[in-house]
């Protein structure tokens, strides 16, 4: 058995065949967990999962990109993304919804900040503070935190910025999860330090640079999950084809030989520590 922690497919990009996709995922022995990156898609997620006796999970939450009004992701929302705030309302309705296990995706990502300092400020100003609604929301409901990090390239300012906000709302007394981290090992251990879990994607199975390797190999067996992040990342060897959750074998592939454990054994500890962080 595996989970895909981190999947998409209540984004526009299944439209046409997501009940399709989770049913196969679940034919192979594959739960997924799908999260949103605002209300609208939050809602889809739980909205999916309400359509199966088991093994479908939502999270639901607000993606730092939203927060302003810059981002445009044709394979996420069926309409133009607009800038959105954190609705304590909305998304007190929808976390009651027996299937709503996480919040998030939040965090932050300063990947592609506009060139005007002072907008640059405002953005990760207001990046920071929604973060932190979250993280105060996912404590009162007592729900796993799933959280994206994107730095601009070559800098550590968003891994000092997210750690000083983990500390300030003590992050540590929570379950919560890094996912699809990338960066060096010296923010992955301190993540680490304060009991976060990871999640490692298709990116470990074509990263040619050998950090995901090392990254996969600090990461301690019980702290580890799989995901596919789809239909971003496709892992090898069907890089080019869109991403579902049944690809998530692929990922636990590569795992399994960088850890140099079977197959089984990876499936087995992912899983269960998937299901010790969402409480499934
Ligand atoms: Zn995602």
Same mark, same amino acid.
């Given at each position: 058995m595996l989970i895909d922690t981190h999947a998409h497919v209540n984004f526009k990009a299944y439209q046409e065949d997501a009940k399709e996709v989770l049913q196969r995922a679940l034919s192979n022995g594959v739960w997924v967990i799908n999260v949103g990156s605002q209300i609208d898609t939050s809602r889809q997620a739980a909205e999916l999962a309400g $359509?199966?006796? $088991?093994g479908v999970y939502a999270v639901i939450g607000l993606h730092?990109? =939203?927060? =302003?009004? $810059?981002h445009v992701d044709e394979e996420e929302t069926h309409f133009k993304t607009r800038e959105e705030d954190f609705s304590l309302p909305a998304y007190a309705e929808l976390v009651v919804h027996p299937k709503v296990v996480g919040i998030g995706e939040c965090g932050l990502d300063y990947y592609r900040l506009p060139e005007d300092k002072a907008l640059h400020e405002e953005i990760k100003r207001k990046q920071i503070e929604v973060f932190r609604k979250q993280i105060r929301f996912a404590k009162q409901y007592d729900k796993a935190l799933v959280v994206h990090s994107r730095p601009e390239k070559g800098s550590d300012e968003l891994y000092h910025d997210m750690l000083r906000v983990f500390e300030e709302e003590k992050v540590s007394e929570m379950r919560f999860v890094v996912h699809s981290y990338t960066h060096s090992p010296e923010f992955l251990e301190k993540f680490l330090t304060l009991g976060a879990y990871v999640s490692f994607n298709g990116i470990i199975t074509f990263d040619k640079t050998g950090n995901m390797k090392k990254l996969v190999e600090l990461c301690p067996m019980e702290k580890m999950l799989l995901e596919t992040d789809c239909p971003y990342l496709t892992p090898a060897p069907n890089r080019g084809k869109r991403n579902e959750p049944d690809f998530v074998r692929f990922v636990a592939g590569k795992a399994a030989e960088i850890k140099q454990l079977s197959q089984a054994e990876i499936e087995t500890a992912t899983f269960d520590n998937a299901k010790q962080l969402f409480k499934i």
């Open positions: $359509q199966f006796a $088991q730092p990109e =939203h927060t =302003h009004s $810059q």
